[in-house]
């Protein structure tokens, strides 16, 4: 028999699964007639009313009567809900560019192996959706120039290879014509040419043409009236929107920009003097600055050729993986490979990137490693950077997140949040001190110059988007804390300033995640169990750095009274 408790619990539970059904289930938009998407004003706002309507039905249930999985999901999703009614309050929807990506550069990532029938129709469908899907980002982007919300022009150096490297004579040097190239095996050759046919014409009506609009469109109307202040805080309601984005990069509201800048000139003076101690032990003649300078010209930490790049840095990955046993109980089912960042968007990317896929996909996820303009890839850091994107870091994160059991509802599965994910990145760079994967004093200061390069983050960030910085301020505090090269300093500081607070996420989350370690090492003692650890951070999937912390104090309590 049941007890009112009982009967009450599963009341709550129904509700919530109810509202998060409903919450899955839900489709803004036909995806048929939009197979690229809706970006219409009036679908933000409907968007972000049927947010608040389920922020409300959320409201009405009591934690107290889930468990705490159910407490996690409600807590996630009323999270997420917020940040919807935020982009539409914001007019977030009318400024879709970043330096290092955009709505048109983000058509690159559909770009994939055409694995059967239904995927190539899929594709073929979303090609020839582009004169929508341009027409109405240019709808928002010009009303965004109206309300000074644009991003600032001097971001946009060297921008045009966004668009002009689609801008092709033959379809078939074209990027988006690349997956045809490799059509399956299953297909009858008459399927095979009449899909051809249909891919030159799509390409040639739909693909190529729209590129030539979005050249003509920047080029003439954007980038003239772009403007020129570069902090956010300098746009209407800037100040509010800034510390809207640090309260969502960090999952937090307990950090103002203050406090932040404040966090981060600490974190620099730590990690430096850090460094300094690797320099003297090398018994360096020279500065800091001098020994900046021999790591960034020194040909000793470059490579000579792409394949010498990708070829050490799949060694450096399956270094990793074999560490992982020892540190981790669960580890992921999906694989992953390493290879280079497509040619189309390598120019604008710094060192590299994780690419996931999902549970059912037959493909897997890929640390990409950029091998465009070698004289800027620096192999010191490139194990703080293998780490951070393979394994222990996103692969292994992300993997574990979308393997996740059926008890945790799909939009957690689907769920990327910052400060989780970017700092347990940045957490992976410290651990793998610990896997042995530094091999000499300059990979250690690599690992450093990664750390330093986040902490510094926290400090440019703010001076950029509150505090008034110009872009030589920042490019000049990044060039004489972190070993970065110069081409990564410039890429990065346009990074920081088209998207405010997403850089504080870093660093952020990692110093959350160290504490609560040292934490649970301090209060358990010969109890701690760094698997055990680990598995506690993990197996939740992506939460807030609020929901973790509450998981690892029970973790602390459940083990003290073992």
Known sequence: MFSCKQDESMKKSSELQKIIDGYQDHKGYDEKAYPLGLYTEEYYKSEAEFARLKLNELAEIEEKNLKETEQISKQLLAFVLQDKIDYYEFERYLNPLLSDAGFHNDLSYMVRPLGDYEKVKKYLSKLNALPLYVDQHFINLRKGMEKGVSQPRIIFEGYETTYDDHIVDDVEESYFYSPF?????TLTKLQKDSILVAAKEALEKNVIPQFKR????????????????????????????????????????????????????????????????????????????????????????????????????????????????????????????????????????????????????????????????????????????????????????????????????????????????????????????????YTTPYEQFGKLTYEMWRACRLVVDTGIHAKGWTRDQVVNYMSSNTALSIHEINTETDRYISWPGQALSYKIGELKIRELRKKAKEELGTKFDIREFHEIILEQGTVTLSIMEDRINTYIKKVENE
């Open 181 to 185: 190239e490799n059509l399956p095996e």
């Open 214 to 437: 979005i050249k003509v469109f920047f080029e003439t109307e954007y980038f003239p009236k772009a403007r020129t202040s570069i902090g956010v805080s300098e746009t209407p309601k800037g100040n509010d929107f800034y510390q809207n984005r640090i309260n969502y990069y960090t999952t937090s509201t307990q950090y103002t920009a203050d406090d932040i800048h404040e966090i981060g000139l600490k974190e620099v003076a730590r990690i430096k003097s850090e460094m300094g101690k690797i320099i003297e032990d090398l018994d360096f003649k020279g500065s800091f600055s001098d020994f900046l300078h021999f790591l960034r010209t020194d040909e000793q930490f470059y490579a000579k050729t792409p394949e010498q790049l990708l070829m050490i840095a799949r060694d450096m990955a399956k270094r990793a993986d074999a560490q992982l046993p020892r540190f981790f109980k669960t580890l992921p089912r999906k694989p992953y490979g390493v290879a280079p960042v497509p040619d189309a968007i390598a120019p604008k990317y710094t060192g590299g990137r994780y690419i996931g896929t999902s549970k059912e996909s037959t493909s897997p996820g890929y640390y990409w490693v950029n091998t465009y303009d070698l004289p800027s890839r620096t192999l010191y850091t490139l194990p703080a950077l293998t780490v951070h994107e393979a394994v222990p870091g996103h692969h292994l994160q992300g993997s574990l997140n979308n393997e996740l059991g059926d008890s945790i509802p799909q939009f957690r599965k689907n769920l990327y949040l910052s400060a989780y994910g970017e700092g347990w990145g940045l957490y992976s760079e410290f651990l793998a001190d610990e896997m042995g994967m």
